[in-house]
């Protein structure tokens, strides 16, 4: 009887999670970094506007050359808005945050880095490492947008995530020797879409 009570309770829990997840394919993309490729596939019918947000960014190839400038072991890995050097790049505006889509920051997702603004993520991202649902919007206060997740390259993930850092300037976190983007580009039959 016990047995049987767990089994169903573990099968409703299965099928919550499965409803969460996306259910079609997105738009797949690879990263390529100096420490490796990541594929990503993007959620573009949960988050629509953070999906098209990144792929402006994308397509103008504006993620080359940048660095992932914030590795924190055991937290994730952040990336998308500076150059080897740590200067800023020049971004688009801001993009509404999506976070109430039912997406949780969970290990391998990919998600909007902000200030505290909510609605201020611009081209920056982090990858999550471990489960991070403190990241999720919680009642009333957004959290940080998921939008992808990582299909293949977590090995990639973890390597940068170990990697040593160190304090440069303003900027904690950094890794010694820079990891760089070096192109971010759609795969194959995911072409960018009619501006309009």
Same mark, same amino acid.
């Given at each position: 009887m016990m047995k049987r009570l767990l089994r169903r309770a573990a099968a409703g829990c299965a099928l919550s999670l499965c409803a969460a997840l996306p259910t079609q394919a997105g738009t797949l993309v690879a990263m390529e970094t100096s420490a490796g490729t990541v594929e990503l596939e993007l959620f573009d019918e949960q988050s629509p506007k953070t999906v098209a947000n990144f792929l402006r960014y994308v397509d103008q190839g504006f993620y080359s050359g940048t660095v992932f400038h914030r590795v924190i072991p055991g937290f994730m890995i952040q990336g998308g808005g500076f150059t080897e050097t740590l200067e800023r790049k020049d971004t688009l505006a801001p993009v509404e945050n999506e976070s109430?889509? %039912?997406?949780?920051?969970? &290990?391998? =997702? @990919? *998600?909007?880095?902000?200030?505290?603004?909510?609605?201020? *993520?611009? +081209?920056?991202?982090? #990858?999550? +490492?471990?489960?991070? *649902? &403190?990241?999720?919007?919680? %009642?009333?206060?957004?959290?940080? $947008?998921?939008?992808?997740?990582?299909?293949?390259?977590?090995?990639?993930?973890?390597? #940068?995530? *170990?990697?040593? =850092?160190? @304090? !440069?300037? /303003?900027?904690?976190?950094? /890794?010694? $020797? /820079? !990891?760089? @983007? $070096?192109? !971010?580009?759609?795969?194959?039959?995911? =072409? /960018?879409? =009619?501006?309009?």
């Open positions: 109430g889509n %039912g997406l949780s920051n969970g &290990r391998g =997702t @990919i *998600a909007m880095a902000r200030t505290r603004d909510p609605d201020s *993520a611009t +081209s920056q991202f982090f #990858i999550n +490492s471990v489960d991070n *649902a &403190r990241l999720d919007a919680q %009642g009333d206060q957004p959290g940080y $947008t998921v939008f992808g997740r990582v299909t293949q390259g977590m090995d990639v993930v973890n390597a #940068i995530s *170990a990697v040593p =850092t160190r @304090i !440069v300037g /303003p900027h904690r976190n950094v /890794p010694e $020797t /820079p !990891v760089v @983007i $070096t192109e !971010v580009r759609r795969l194959a039959g995911d =072409t /960018p879409a =009619t501006a309009q």
